[in-house]
């Protein structure tokens, strides 16, 4: 069965840094692309970075561009996203997804899902 399993969430404070981590499972992702979204409460989910799985090729949203990494370990079949600076507003629940087209900023674009992991970062 093909999953994705992100870990690396919890509590920090702003100003600090989290590292995230999704392991694929299950499947070929030679020919996917792997992503991640957060969704805050009350708010859409929404794209925050995206990473070729067999290409050093990334894409950001304007709003995370220059604090976050995304990065791959094939050999691992793990994504990583290196968040630094975090803010209060970069409070939410992260998923890792994974789709078949690049860059792909919405939802619908990614037909597998992770369960999600918190991120909360305190003023």
């Known amino acids: 069965q093909v999953q994705l399993v992100e870990s690396g969430g919890g509590p920090v404070q702003s100003g600090g840094s989290l590292r995230l981590s999704c392991i694929a499972s299950?499947?070929?992702?030679?020919?996917?692309?792997l992503a991640w979204f957060r969704q805050a409460p009350g708010k859409e989910r929404e794209f925050v970075a995206t990473?070729?799985?067999?290409?050093?090729?990334?894409y950001y949203a304007d709003s995370v561009k220059g604090r976050f990494t995304i990065s791959r370990d094939n050999a691992k079949n793990t994504v990583h996203l290196q968040m630094n600076s975090l803010k209060p507003e970069d409070t939410a629940v992260y998923y890792c997804a994974s789709g078949f087209v690049f860059p792909a900023t919405t939802v619908s674009r990614h037909d597998l899902w992770g369960r999600g992991t918190q991120v909360t970062v305190s003023s």
């Open positions: 990473v070729k799985w067999s290409a050093d090729s990334t």
């Open positions: 299950g499947g070929t992702f030679s020919t996917r692309v």
